[in-house]
């Protein structure tokens, strides 16, 4: 069971780290070990960039000289992306400057250099998926997809809590999986009682920094497309920039009650009925076991609260060696959710939206997400919580 984090903003910083009360110290050593190695991470990305323009380059200049001939913006286009990896990574290392110590009730100490091995392909994956969430989440870029994404949750949420017959800073919402925040943030902004959770220390460095070290609307720049060299329609479509944030984070009402906390939602959120609403969107197919989700934001809603949900299925650990990952159809999720005595009041099982989509790319993702709205009985007990496991 994790502490309880003070709700709301202190001193204009939005995070508190959820620290396990029986933390082993194997557990501390490893958890030190994950954060450094993001750091890590962050730090390297110039050079894994530079590393894949080399290779261009290379396979450029072993062309004939007839063909090199052929394409003479290519060199000067490689030129351009590294110019770009280099101004990604000042944003990166303010991001890490700002990270180092954002959990309140956690130190870190810094890592031995002489220990530190190459990052990952898949940890350089992950960063570079961050710095497009930048797009998704706090850019006019990013409009289009929030507006599919997000829009839905936060009318229904107004529709159910509307601000003429609530006190809606007394309706308490939590967002899991909140990414960097901007979800959140909108449903603070509106008045609410918001409260969002990240597991990821790759989203928790990024969000921190936009959240309460970002004031001047689109100040910065990032170029989020230069690590794709696939499917571009214009060499320049690569370098194309975009800049955040496009709202001030900082000009929420004095008023406004909005915290992010870190840690894994299943273990961090164990209190029961202490949450009006759940928001849920791109979030329940990042558990090893989507039932123990379900079962967790039942346990935390309060009678009569509701979760609302807009996602697909792509479950993130089916293909991971060594991870447990249960992927259950919708219709097996949904008959979980009956079954343990939710009421779906909204469904609609073909919700179209993209995720981090480079709308210039020539290769695009469209998600069929299911999207509901399910209550907690008002006559909900406890007790029903607990369900006879049948033979």
């Known amino acids: 069971m994790a502490e309880t984090s003070e709700e709301g903003p202190q001193g204009g910083q939005y995070f508190r780290k959820e620290r396990l009360k029986c933390n082993p110290e194997d557990e501390a050593r490893l958890e030190r070990q994950h954060f450094w190695r993001i750091i890590h991470a962050f730090r390297s990305y110039r050079v894994h960039v ?27 286009n490689l030129t351009r992306i590294s110019q770009c990896a280099d101004h ?23 890592r031995d250099p002489r220990k530190v091995r190459p990052s990952s392909t898949f940890d350089m994956d992950k960063l570079k998926s961050t710095i497009k969430q930048f797009v998704r989440d706090w850019s006019e870029a990013g409009r289009a997809e929030r507006d599919s994404c997000y829009k839905p949750i936060i009318q229904e949420i107004q529709r159910l809590f509307p601000s003429d017959q609530y006190d809606v800073s007394k309706v308490s919402v939590l967002v899991p999986g909140a990414g960097l925040g901007r979800l959140a943030w909108e449903l ?13 220390f790759f989203m928790l460095f990024s969000s921190n920094f936009v959240l309460n070290r970002c004031e001047k609307v689109n100040a910065l720049t990032l170029y989020p497309w230069i690590h794709q060299f696939s499917n571009n329609k214009k060499s320049s479509d690569q370098t194309r920039p975009i800049r955040f944030p496009d709202v001030n ?30 928001a849920t969107c791109f979030f329940i197919d990042t558990a090893h076991n989507v039932i123990e989700y ?5 346990k935390i809603l309060k009678p009569g609260g509701v979760w609302i949900n807009l996602g697909p299925l792509l479950y993130h650990f089916e293909n991971i060696a060594n991870e447990l990952s249960i992927e259950l159809s919708y219709e097996d999720i949904r008959a979980a959710m009956v079954k343990l005595g939710f009421d779906i009041e909204v469904e609609k099982e073909s919700v179209q939206t993209t995720y981090t989509e480079n709308d210039r790319s020539m ?29």
């Open 50 to 76: 530079q590393e894949q323009v080399k290779r261009a380059e290379r396979q450029f200049r072993s062309l004939s000289q007839r063909h090199q001939n052929l394409l003479p913006g290519v060199l000067s």
């Open 88 to 110: 990604n990574q000042e944003v990166l290392q303010a991001i890490i400057h700002n990270s180092l110590h954002m959990f309140e009730n956690m130190e870190y100490g810094e």
């Open 188 to 200: 603070a902004r509106l008045g609410y009682t918001c409260q969002g959770n990240e597991w990821s």
């Open 249 to 278: 984070p900082q000009s929420l009402p004095l008023t406004s009650d909005f915290s992010m906390v870190a840690g894994d939602f299943v273990e961090v959120y164990s209190d029961p009925e202490s949450w009006d609403c759940v």
């Open 294 to 298: 379900v079962e967790t934001i039942w």
């Open 363 to 391: 290769l695009r993702y469209v998600y069929d997400c299911v999207f509901f709205v399910a209550r907690k009985p008002l006559h909900a007990m406890k007790s029903i919580f607990l369900l006879t496991m049948e033979a």
